[in-house]
């Protein structure tokens, strides 16, 4: 027994000559880059940076990163404090209006991604710049509130194997009303090459609610399952209640912010020639811009055409086609009123692209669950088309 204990006692403690050495340094290289990768976070791989001398080298390595933007820094009078100090508040809520008249302005509050800049709790002087930020306390300075912001252009300046990107705005451009769905997903070259757009006026989910359906001319006889024996047709009281002129304005303001995103990618494309795709979305899921490999290359080769208006890329002459339902129930019994998807590809496509226009495979699968469901439903009923001139 006494030799038996003898020999624990030996396992448990190791000899002197091995204690010391660090076993996680034996991990080879391919290893923590693959641990990197699964992190993707670029302010998490900022941490990990200062961790060694090794970890240092590798994270300029990483393939696939993630940048969430924490905030929209702007220099307007009024909202300056405001701006850096309440970071809860929606920072794009304002930046477009459903008017037609004041389309424009908010565009240039989009501004350009600018160098470091410094946000304190006084307020300084006025500018009307304003950059997307990522924020980070630098050492000493937490105690006393300063954060020190950079764009996503700099936060990315030392990644050298970047394939995959993803960056996450705060909150959609889109400042909806309460109840009103309206998601978009955008392809883009040097220019637009196709956009999808699902809206509908309210969202009913499944529980006691469930029942209510008047709305935009919808009677009680149109509450049946998808609209009843309406064959699809658009009635008459959509184009006078104000119906059309809505989806309109969701149309050119989706695209618009679509158009504003690319505008902001292009120093970054043009920095990181290893990029396979890059996603630019925000936290509310309202819109997604995506470009694969072909996609990047051709907007460095053939440099985008700028808007003379805003700081956003010119949106070519457009053909669309829309799909309309006045009830539409899911499969998992949500039901949208006022469903609407809009398919958007440019007016001047080549012959292998016309080809394909017929093909709406592209639109069914531009959304994830529920909203792909509804998507598939929609394009079963009838088509519209429509026209749009560049802008």
């Known amino acids: 027994m006494a030799s038996f204990r003898s020999d624990l006692t030996t396992r448990i403690y190791p000899e002197p000559d091995v204690a010391g050495v660090d076993h996680f340094d034996l991990l080879p290289d391919s290893l923590l880059l693959l641990v990197f990768n699964k992190i993707g976070d670029v302010k998490a791989l900022g941490r990990c940076c200062v961790v060694s001398r090794r970890f240092h080298s590798l994270v300029p390595q990483v393939e696939n990163v993630v940048v969430r933007v924490d905030c929209v820094i702007s220099d307007d009078d009024s909202s300056s404090a405001a701006a850096s100090s309440d970071k809860s508040r929606s920072p794009f809520s304002n930046l477009f209006r459903f008017v037609f008249g004041g389309i424009v302005k908010p565009l240039q509050a989009l501004g350009q991604l600018l160098g470091p800049k410094r946000v304190a709790t006084s307020s300084g002087p006025s500018s009307s710049s304003t950059s997307l930020a990522v924020g980070s306390e630098e050492d000493g300075e937490g105690d006393q509130g300063g954060v020190t912001h950079h764009s996503p252009t700099q936060v990315l300046k030392n990644f050298n194997e970047i394939r995959f990107l993803r960056i996450e705005l705060p909150s959609g451009e889109l ?217």
């Open 175 to 391: 400042g909806i009303e309460d109840g009103v769905l309206l998601k978009w997903r955008a392809d883009f070259g040097s220019t637009l090459d196709n956009c999808v757009i699902l809206g509908a006026s309210s969202v009913v989910y499944p529980g006691p609610t469930k029942s209510l359906c008047l709305q935009e001319g919808v009677s009680d006889a149109g509450c049946g399952n998808n609209g009843g024996d309406d064959n699809g047709s658009i009635p008459d009281s959509f184009y006078t209640n104000g119906g059309l002129k809505l989806r309109v304005v969701w149309t050119i303001s989706s695209l618009i912010a679509a158009s504003a995103r690319h505008y902001l990618l292009q120093p970054i494309i043009s920095e990181h020639k290893t990029l396979d795709n890059l996603v630019l979305t925000d936290a509310d899921g309202q819109g997604v811009l995506s470009m694969n490999r072909d996609q990047l290359e051709e907007l460095r080769v053939k440099p985008l055409s700028a808007s003379s208006a805003s700081k956003r890329t010119l949106v070519p002459a457009l053909n669309m086609r829309l799909w309309y339902a006045p009830h539409l129930e899911l499969p998992d019994g949500v039901v949208l009123k006022g469903a609407t998807l809009v398919a958007i590809r440019p007016s001047e496509l080549s012959s292998t692209a016309k080809k394909e226009v017929s093909d709406v495979s592209w639109v069914s699968t531009a959304f994830g669950e529920p909203y792909g469901a509804a998507a598939r439903m929609l394009v079963k009923r009838r088509t519209y088309c429509l026209e749009m001139n560049s802008f």
